[in-house]
């Protein structure tokens, strides 16, 4: 199912659906942070961490509809331990989705 928040992604070898619009998403980002405003704001500071990272590409999946299972595999072959940069465009992509929409 997609939504106006959803985005599709070439990345990790396929194409996924992201999306941090998803109920599910949003309610385990309001209750163990940052919060999407923040999140923005370090961003677009630079002032990210490997697990702001991971962190938005990981809900990001699942509320696309990965499961849980499948988006450990992804996590562990092509975020953990990788270098930063490729995933940052990936995790601010899946961001700002979420404040401006897929279009």
Do not use: C
């Amino acid at each position: 199912m997609t939504t106006e928040t959803s985005r599709e992604i070439t990345w990790a070898g396929g194409t996924h659906t992201f999306d941090l619009g998803h109920p599910w998403v949003r309610r385990v980002m309001s209750f163990r942070g940052p919060a999407p405003a923040v999140a923005l704001a370090r961003f677009e500071a630079g002032n990210y961490t490997p697990e702001d990272v991971e962190r938005l590409i990981e809900l990001g999946l699942i509320g696309g509809g990965v499961p849980e299972r499948h988006v450990e595999a992804l996590l562990d072959q092509h975020v953990r331990q990788k270098p930063l940069a490729p995933n940052v465009v990936i995790a601010s992509t899946v961001l700002a989705s979420l404040f401006v929409g897929a279009a």
